[in-house]
């Protein structure tokens, strides 16, 4: 038995939040973006991810017309930091509506440290932060998917092994439903399946991978 929903008759409103409690859990870009007149902005977006490769892109969206996306469209440079379980109230906290002119760094009391590459600043204590310039936009509807392509990573030593990050040291906060968020919790590991090992008589558990 199943429930139906349609998203014509729902409207825009109520299937977003059907899609927001499905659709998880969903990583964070921490972006900070320097405005035209040189004000720094941080906001948490939790439509993101790895766009691309060779060359490396990562995507995030903005629903609606969003500071961070005003910005980077104005400067062609962002940054995007990795929002660890010791920054909780931080992240949430960069979430709130200030004005447009305001500074969340200081309105959240976050330290700021200079980039590599680009002028807008990193999260000084995310583990990892991605400096990015604009490769391109695409409007969908309400949204903006915003594609960064990666000219610098900064990794902390504290969560390296063997020169990789790892899972347990990184710590990363993720999206759910609602106001509801997540820590990593359990963590599986299990191979790929080489089709050369295809084992006859295969019996999963129901799972199916492309």
């Known amino acids: 038995m199943r429930t139906d929903f349609d998203p014509a008759e729902l409207g825009p409103g109520a299937f977003y939040k059907l899609l927001n409690s499905v659709v998880v859990p969903r990583p964070i870009a921490w972006v900070a973006t320097t405005?035209?007149?040189?004000?720094?902005?941080?906001?948490?977006?939790?439509?993101?991810?790895?766009?691309?490769?060779?060359?490396?892109?990562?995507?995030?969206?903005?629903v609606g017309r969003k500071d961070s996306l005003a910005n980077v469209e104005a400067t062609r440079e962002m940054t995007v930091s990795?929002?660890?379980?010791?920054?909780?109230?931080?992240?949430?906290?960069?979430?709130t509506n200030f004005p447009h002119d305001a500074d969340e760094f200081a309105e959240v009391?976050?330290?700021?440290?200079?980039?590599t590459h680009v002028r807008p600043p990193r999260v000084?204590?995310?583990?990892?932060?991605?400096?990015?310039?604009?490769?391109?936009?695409?409007?969908l509807g309400d949204s903006t998917v915003v594609f960064g392509r990666v000219v610098h990573a900064a990794v902390s030593?504290?969560?390296?092994?063997?020169?990789?990050?790892?899972?347990?040291?990184?710590?990363?906060?993720?999206?759910?439903?609602?106001?509801?968020?997540?820590?990593?919790?359990?963590?599986l590991e299990k191979r790929r399946i080489d089709v050369q090992d295809w084992p006859e008589g295969y019996e999963g558990s129901g799972a199916a991978g492309g």
């Not at 379980?85 to 979430?95: D, I, K, M, R, S």
């Not at 000084?124 to 409007?139: G, M, N």
């Open 35 to 62: 405005s035209a007149d040189g004000v720094d902005n941080l906001a948490p977006h939790s439509f993101f991810t790895v766009a691309c490769v060779d060359p490396p892109v990562v995507q995030f969206t903005s």
């Open 157 to 187: 030593d504290d969560v390296l092994v063997d020169g990789r990050p790892q899972i347990d040291r990184l710590k990363p906060l993720a999206r759910l439903g609602g106001n509801q968020w997540s820590t990593i919790g359990e963590v």
């Open 109 to 115: 009391g976050l330290e700021r440290e200079p980039s």
């Open 124 to 139: 000084a204590r995310s583990p990892v932060v991605l400096e990015c310039v604009l490769h391109s936009t695409v409007c």
């Open 82 to 95: 990795l929002t660890p379980e010791w920054l909780f109230e931080e992240v949430n906290a960069t979430g």
